[in-house]
């Protein structure tokens, strides 16, 4: 069995991965081990929510919006008590932001690290069983620990993030993260509860064939992105879209290719968002050989102004990007 940069073979338990790299930085306390540690573990209660919602009532909408307006989904909600109440415990994070939360969540104590968070991705196809996500960043806050949490602590950009990556709810549900080494996925076993490696080291490929992109917007697309779609097209790719921003990235990741949310003359961000979605995604890609832009820009040097702010996104393998990037 092949060893990955870290040392550790396939199969290698979570939690022997997180010591294991927490060994790497001697003067490290542990704490972003412990919130690493939280998110997994609520990822296997919202895991067990997500595959059993159907039979218990947990699908559909709880008939209220959120703070972007969105139609809430009970999953949606539940998802987000579960991360909050784990990332709360330890007392590792300070503040959280979260996609669910119109105002970031102080937890006045002497934690480090603030989180931002998508609880639950792509929530419009949790009742049709397709594949859902969670999306997560870590920041170390920039004040001194103890004082009030500072809006300079909250909006940092993405370049600041210390971890970030996603769970994918899919065909078999998996961890993916950076800290900045490299980027490892880890695969749940639900029997016996726990996540492995699986995927170590993980390199998008430079060049791909996959363009996801929801092309019924395409009346209000640019010049610029008609023209590279016109370029798939011309170059046999082929175009992949679930509608599940971190099953889309993931396939992508895996396979090659890129993801594209953009800005419209109506909607010049696009739709996503930059603190919770984009950067996280950015991290990872950038950590496994890949890009992410907003068709001009590197979207990690972006500074948010505010929590929910949302940003276009061009993701994936870089020579892909760097194309589309040209013809903006
Ligand atoms: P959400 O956070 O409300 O779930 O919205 C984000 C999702 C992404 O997962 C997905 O890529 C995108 O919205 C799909 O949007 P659209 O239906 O406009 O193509
Ligand atoms: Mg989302």
Redesign the pocket.
Known sequence: MEDSRIGLPIGTALDRFIKRFQDDFPYATGELSQLLRDIALAGKVVNREVNKAGLVNLSGSIGADNVQG?DQQKLDVLANIRFIRALTKGGEACAIIS?EDEHVIDLHNKGKYIIAI?PL????NIDVNVSIGTIFSIYRRLSPVGSPVTSEDVLQPGINQVAAGYLLYGSSTILVYTTGKGVNGFTYEPTLGEYFLSHQDLIIPEEGRIYSI?EAASLNFSDALIQYLNYCRENNHTARYI????A?FHRNLLKGGIYI?PGTPTYPDG??RLMY?CNALAFVVEQAGGKASTGNSRVMEIVPQEMHQRCPLFIGSKAMVAKAESLH
């Not at 509608?243 to 971190?246: F, H, M, W």
């Open positions: 969105e996609e998508d991705d792509g929530s419009s929801n509608g599940s921003l971190v889309d949310y739709k996503l979605e």
